[in-house]
C-alpha cells in the first residue's frame, strides 16, 4: 500500500461547483497532515492544515479521520483560480514531508 | 523579505556531465531540505540539511548525489555523471530554527530547477 494515496484525477467542474477530494494513508504514526497546491511547473505552496476536529478556511474545508487514515478536502463555489493540482501531505516527525501524486482539479466557464 | 531563492530555473545536461543545483533559504531560515519530483509523481524526500551539517539524507540516492550547506553561500545540490532518469524537477524548501513548542516546522518551497538530461 503506498504512503499516501490519492485520486489522480481530474476533476472537472463547472465555476460554483462544490467538489471533495480525499486522501488515505498507510503510516498510522504521522503527526501533522495539510493540503497543498501545486500549480502547472510551480511550487507546492500550503492550502491548509488538517486537524480531526476540522478547520475551515474561507470557501475550504479540511477534515481528518485518524481511525480511518483518511482526509478529505471539500471547495466550495469553485472558482477558476483554483484550478491547479491539490496534494495531500503527511509529516512524521518535524520535517520530512510524505507527498501524495496529486488530485488534478480544473474548473470549468 | 525574498522568499527561497533556486537557480538555475531550467537547466539542461548531457549524459555524463556534472550537475549543480543552488538553493539560497529565506532569511532568517537555518534548515534547508531538497525534493525531487519526477513527472507525474509526487514530491520526494532527499536531504535535510542545516549550516554545515547533513542531517538526514534518507532519500538521497546512494551514487552520485551529494549535498552542501556551507557556512556562507547557498545549499548546492550536484549530481554527476547524470542519467536520463535524473530529468525532474529540483525544488529546495527552507524552515527557521525549530520552534520547540511545535511538533512541525512549516517548510517554505523554492520555485524550483527543472533538469533535463539529454
Known amino acids: 500500500r503506498k504512503e499516501v494515496e490519492q485520486d489522480p484525477g481530474p476533476f472537472n467542474v463547472p465555476e460554483g461547483a462544490t467538489v471533495a477530494f480525499n486522501c488515505t494513508y498507510s503510516n498510522s504514526a504521522s503527526q501533522s497532515f495539510f493540503w497543498y497546491r501545486q500549480d502547472c511547473r510551480k511550487e507546492p505552496k500550503l492550502l491548509m492544515s488538517?486537524?480531526?476536529s476540522g478547520n475551515e478556511d474561507g470557501r475550504f474545508t479540511a477534515q481528518l479521520n485518524r481511525a480511518s487514515q483518511y482526509i478529505s478536502l471539500l471547495i466550495r463555489d469553485s472558482k477558476l483560480s483554483d484550478s491547479a493540482t491539490y496534494l495531500c501531505v503527511l509529516a512524521s516527525g518535524s520535517y520530512q514531508l510524505t507527498f501524495g501524486k496529486g488530485t488534478k482539479l480544473s474548473v470549468i466557464p | 523579505n525574498a522568499g527561497v531563492m533556486q537557480n538555475p530555473r531550467h537547466l539542461v545536461r548531457r549524459r555524463g556531465q556534472e550537475a549543480r543545483l543552488r538553493c539560497s533559504p529565506m532569511k532568517g531560515h537555518s534548515h534547508v531540505y531538497w525534493y525531487r519530483q519526477l513527472p507525474e509523481e509526487g514530491l520526494k524526500f532527499m536531504v535535510y540539511?542545516?549550516?554545515?551539517?547533513?542531517?538526514?539524507e534518507s532519500g538521497m540516492p546512494k551514487e552520485r548525489f551529494s549535498a552542501e550547506f556551507p557556512k556562507e553561500g547557498p545549499s548546492i545540490l550536484r549530481i554527476q555523471q547524470v542519467v536520463r532518469g535524473d530529468s525532474a524537477a529540483y525544488f529546495c524548501?527552507?524552515?527557521?530554527?525549530?520552534?520547540?513548542?511545535?511538533?512541525?516546522?512549516?517548510?517554505?518551497f523554492g520555485p524550483g530547477t527543472r533538469l533535463t538530461v539529454l
Open positions: 524548501a527552507s524552515s527557521p530554527p525549530r520552534d520547540r513548542g511545535s511538533s512541525y516546522n512549516e517548510q517554505f
Open positions: 540539511l542545516q549550516k554545515e551539517n547533513i542531517i538526514d
Open positions: 488538517v486537524y480531526s
